[in-house]
């Protein structure tokens, strides 16, 4: 199989070379004809696959070596995310007073956020930074297994290999280069974030004693420490939430948000969406709900089996798992169509609406649910060829962009009108009116939202800590190699500190070891880099597309429907980024008679240099084989800053995204406290 792949590839690219000597090709042109651009990508995707397996490698011994290696990956991410859930394990921490707590994560998350004295919050954090101890040589293990799996492959690092195939980044270098330019970009905004905390913190401290010449400098004792960070920002918010829990959970009665979630589906994108319970035997717990999704113009999309219940033994965190992928049948299967996907949607709501009595979210619960529903609507609206690159099978740094656009709909008054209303007085009105009810104040919306983002900038900078040591642990500068001589990083956590050293403003504890409890290693191992890539393309998307203009208007879902959800992964991201360009401007031309007016137009709001949407275009309308070409002389960097449309920036042999739209939406946000 990988020997047939292999040589029809070769034929189709030497019959391309031979099409631009004018000399007769290999194939002929009904063959040629087949090879559609999502066919090859689809080939070459394969192939890789096959190759990261082993099967192109010389020798049995090399063959045996990877598939040992490969065994060996696998075994690491269930032992070292089984340690975090297992008490046993995990240990417990003493807090005085015969206080004893087990160390699982939502304990240590719970006495963090809300145990008022330092001591105890501290003896809680320096425990947990220590557990489980046997990740420690999991880790390890993990790091050496996987920098040989991708040696024998022939990548220099891991994070190299994971980032073949197609990503926006290119190389490790890129990722690395961005994550610092960002973290030095935000410091300021955390530092005043931090300023603010610390004054907190200093009240208490004047609260609790009076001052003294033997007690330490009220400057010393309010510096904010790592286990300072949570509860004092949960002090924030509460400055800024005057309202209670209550207050919310009023408008957010699951049957209300889910009524609104229509309305949002129907207005924006087309999509009907039929909701009822599942039958017996087709749910997995009472209350699961099944979903159908369909569109006015594309016909039946498939089905989301909706997990809002709140139990035990749930699965702990929200996800989308896919359980059937969508992809276009052939004609000899029934006359063609699609086959629809299937998808479970889990998430949480831990609240009772004091209006009904029925189960309801919270605020930061509704926005989950909303991410989540960013990714079904990536799977339900793909409209690709090939299973393989359908919805969220794209590129590793894209597949969070939808999801993190759809989470600006909570922050938005026109969508929240939808979303949160009191609908108990209105029988009928999951499918009622849009105006059923009473909406939620939206002097209540902005107090969440301000609230949210009074940390904004310190939570940013734990990603980009996670999200370097993810880069440094898996790529082309391990341990050892780091800031220099060998003895000054020679361990895991000395590669946490050189992170937190660079991106935090909080200062690293010495003598723990917070990566033994972050399982993202383990999952994303050399990618986790993607959930920052996302939040910046988001934010400038939220406003390019026009939705941040008009958050219903169909105009601006239909251009986010046609140029970021239904390409799925079948477009490489700089093509996929030019679609975008392209597509606002073809939108733009409908209100003017001048196209070329349009085109520029749509230039200047994508930040793109001048003719850049121009020469975007003509790479779009060249045939597949010609871009094929194109890229394999490499003449298409002379394209790539109209692909990236403004959107992106080139760093280090590869593109990272333009950081200031979202620095300037985090700046704005605190400049409304």
Same mark, same amino acid.
């Given at each position: 199989?990988?020997?047939?792949?292999?040589? $029809?590839?070769?034929?189709?690219?030497?019959?391309?070379?031979?099409?631009?000597?004018?000399?007769?090709?290999?194939?002929?042109?009904?063959?040629?004809?087949?090879?559609?651009?999502?066919?090859?990508?689809?080939?070459?995707?394969?192939?890789?696959?096959?190759?990261?397996?082993?099967?192109?490698?010389?020798?049995?011994?090399?063959?045996?070596?990877?598939?040992?290696?490969?065994?060996?990956?696998?075994?690491?991410?269930?032992?070292?995310?089984?340690?975090?859930?297992?008490?046993?394990?995990?240990?417990?921490?003493?807090?005085?007073?015969?206080?004893?707590?087990?160390?699982?994560?939502?304990?240590?998350?719970?006495?963090?956020?809300?145990?008022?004295?330092?001591?105890?919050?501290?003896?809680?954090?320096?425990?947990?930074?220590?557990?489980?101890?046997?990740?420690?040589?999991?880790?390890?293990?993990?790091?050496?297994?996987?920098?040989?799996?991708?040696?024998?492959?022939?990548?220099?690092?891991?994070?190299?290999?994971?980032?073949?195939?197609?990503?926006?980044?290119?190389?490790?270098?890129?990722?690395?280069?961005?994550?610092?330019?960002?973290?030095?970009?935000?410091?300021?905004?955390?530092?005043?974030?931090?300023?603010?905390?610390?004054?907190?913190?200093?009240?208490?401290?004047?609260?609790?004693?009076?001052?003294?010449?033997?007690?330490?400098?009220?400057?010393?004792?309010?510096?904010?420490?790592?286990?300072?960070?949570?509860?004092?920002?949960?002090?924030?918010?509460?400055?800024?939430?005057?309202?209670?829990?209550?207050?919310?959970?009023?408008?957010? $009665?699951?049957?209300?948000?889910?009524?609104?979630?229509?309305?949002?589906?129907?207005?924006?994108?087309?999509?009907?969406?039929?909701?009822?319970?599942?039958?017996?035997?087709?749910?997995?717990?009472?209350?699961?709900?099944?979903?159908?999704?369909?569109?006015?113009?594309?016909?039946?999309?498939?089905?989301?089996?909706?997990?809002?219940?709140?139990?035990?033994?749930?699965?702990?965190?929200?996800?989308?798992?896919?359980?059937?992928?969508?992809?276009?049948?052939?004609?000899?299967?029934?006359?063609?169509?699609?086959?629809?996907?299937?998808?479970?949607?889990?998430?949480?709501?831990?609240?009772?609406?004091?209006?009904?009595?029925?189960?309801?979210?919270?605020?930061?619960?509704?926005?989950?649910?909303?991410?989540?529903?960013?990714?079904?609507?990536?799977?339900?609206?793909?409209?690709?060829?090939?299973?393989?690159?359908?919805?969220?099978?794209?590129?590793?740094?894209?597949?969070?962009?939808?999801?993190?656009?759809?989470?600006?709909?909570?922050?938005?008054?026109?969508?929240?009108?939808?979303?949160?209303?009191?609908?108990?007085?209105?029988?009928?009105?999951?499918?009622?009116?849009?105006?059923?009810?009473?909406?939620?104040?939206?002097?209540?919306?902005?107090?969440?939202?301000?609230?949210?983002?009074?940390?904004?900038?310190?939570?940013?900078?734990?990603?980009?800590?996670?999200?370097?040591?993810?880069?440094?642990?898996?790529?082309?500068?391990?341990?050892?190699?780091?800031?220099?001589?060998?003895?000054?990083?020679?361990?895991?956590?000395?590669?946490?500190?050189?992170?937190?050293?660079?991106?935090?403003?909080?200062?690293?504890?010495?003598?723990?070891?917070?990566?033994?409890?972050?399982?993202?290693?383990?999952?994303?191992?050399?990618?986790?880099?993607?959930?920052?890539?996302?939040?910046?393309?988001?934010?400038?998307?939220?406003?390019?597309?026009?939705?941040?203009?008009?958050?219903?208007?169909?105009?601006?879902?239909?251009?986010?429907?046609?140029?970021?959800?239904?390409?799925?992964?079948?477009?490489?991201?700089?093509?996929?980024?030019?679609?975008?360009?392209?597509?606002?401007?073809?939108?733009?031309?409908?209100?003017?008679?001048?196209?070329?007016?349009?085109?520029?137009?749509?230039?200047?709001?994508?930040?793109?240099?001048?003719?850049?949407?121009?020469?975007?275009?003509?790479?779009?309308?060249?045939?597949?084989?010609?871009?094929?070409?194109?890229?394999?002389?490499?003449?298409?960097?002379?394209?790539?800053?109209?692909?990236?449309?403004?959107?992106?920036?080139?760093?280090?042999?590869?593109?990272?995204?333009?950081?200031?739209?979202?620095?300037?939406?985090?700046?704005?946000?605190?400049?409304?406290?």
């Amino acid at each position: 199989m990988y020997q047939r792949l292999s040589d $029809a590839l070769a034929a189709y690219e030497s019959s391309l070379s031979a099409l631009e000597k004018r000399e007769t090709p290999r194939l002929g042109p009904r063959q040629l004809a087949g090879w559609c651009a999502e066919s090859v990508l689809v080939a070459q995707r394969l192939k890789q696959d096959m190759e990261q397996a082993g099967i192109h490698l010389p020798s049995m011994q090399q063959r045996s070596r990877l598939a040992e290696l490969a065994a060996a990956n696998g075994h690491f991410g269930a032992a070292f995310n089984a340690a975090l859930t297992d008490p046993s394990k995990l240990g417990r921490a003493r807090l005085g007073l015969g206080r004893s707590v087990s160390l699982e994560p939502s304990n240590v998350a719970a006495v963090l956020a809300s145990e008022p004295h330092e001591s105890v919050r501290r003896q809680m954090y320096m425990a947990a930074a220590a557990s489980p101890a046997c990740n420690r040589e999991l880790l390890e293990e993990m790091i050496a297994v996987r920098r040989e799996l991708a040696q024998v492959q022939g990548y220099p690092s891991y994070a190299a290999l994971r980032m073949t195939g197609g990503s926006l980044a290119r190389t490790p270098a890129a990722v690395v280069a961005f994550l610092e330019q960002l973290a030095a970009d935000v410091r300021p905004v955390a530092e005043r974030e931090l300023q603010r905390l610390s004054q907190l913190k200093g009240l208490d401290i004047r609260g609790a004693r009076a001052t003294s010449s033997s007690t330490p400098s009220a400057a010393s004792a309010a510096r904010i420490q790592p286990w300072d960070v949570e509860y004092y920002a949960a002090r924030a918010r509460q400055e800024l939430i005057t309202s209670t829990p209550a207050a919310v959970l009023r408008y957010t $009665a699951v049957p209300s948000v889910l009524a609104g979630i229509r309305h949002l589906l129907r207005r924006v994108f087309r999509i009907e969406l039929r909701i009822s319970e599942a039958v017996p035997g087709e749910g997995w717990a009472p209350g699961v709900l099944r979903c159908e999704a369909e569109h006015s113009e594309l016909g039946p999309l498939g089905t989301v089996y909706l997990d809002l219940g709140d139990r035990p033994g749930k699965y702990p965190s929200a996800v989308t798992f896919p359980i059937t992928c969508g992809r276009e049948l052939p004609p000899s299967r029934g006359g063609g169509g699609r086959q629809l996907p299937v998808m479970a949607l889990l998430a949480s709501a831990s609240g009772t609406c004091p209006s009904s009595g029925q189960p309801a979210l919270s605020y930061r619960e509704l926005r989950v649910l909303l991410h989540e529903l960013g990714h079904c609507c990536h799977n339900l609206l793909s409209r690709t060829k090939y299973q393989h690159l359908w919805g969220t099978r794209c590129a590793q740094d894209l597949v969070e962009v939808p999801s993190h656009l759809f989470e600006y709909f909570a922050a938005d008054p026109r969508v929240m009108a939808l979303l949160a209303r009191d609908r108990s007085s209105c029988p009928g009105a999951p499918g009622g009116s849009p105006d059923d009810g009473e909406p939620m104040p939206e002097g209540l919306l902005r107090e969440l939202v301000v609230g949210r983002s009074a940390t904004a900038a310190l939570e940013l900078q734990q990603q980009l800590v996670l999200s370097l040591a993810d880069q440094w642990l898996f790529g082309e500068r391990p341990p050892g190699s780091i800031g220099g001589a060998a003895a000054d990083v020679a361990t895991t956590s000395d590669v946490w500190r050189q992170a937190v050293q660079v991106a935090s403003s909080v200062p690293y504890v010495p003598g723990t070891s917070p990566e033994l409890r972050v399982g993202h290693l383990t999952i994303y191992g050399g990618s986790y880099y993607g959930y920052v890539y996302a939040r910046c393309l988001a934010a400038q998307l939220w406003s390019f597309t026009g939705l941040e203009e008009a958050p219903l208007d169909p105009g601006p879902g239909n251009l986010v429907r046609e140029r970021l959800l239904g390409p799925g992964g079948s477009l490489e991201p700089l093509d996929l980024f030019a679609g975008l360009v392209v597509g606002r401007a073809a939108a733009s031309s409908i209100s003017t008679s001048d196209p070329a007016a349009a085109v520029a137009a749509a230039a200047t709001a994508a930040g793109a240099a001048p003719g850049a949407v121009a020469a975007a275009a003509r790479l779009r309308r060249l045939e597949p084989w010609q871009v094929a070409r194109l890229r394999q002389r490499g003449l298409d960097r002379a394209l790539a800053p109209a692909a990236a449309g403004g959107f992106l920036q080139a760093l280090q042999g590869g593109y990272a995204p333009r950081p200031e739209r979202y620095l300037d939406m985090i700046l704005g946000r605190r400049g409304a406290e």
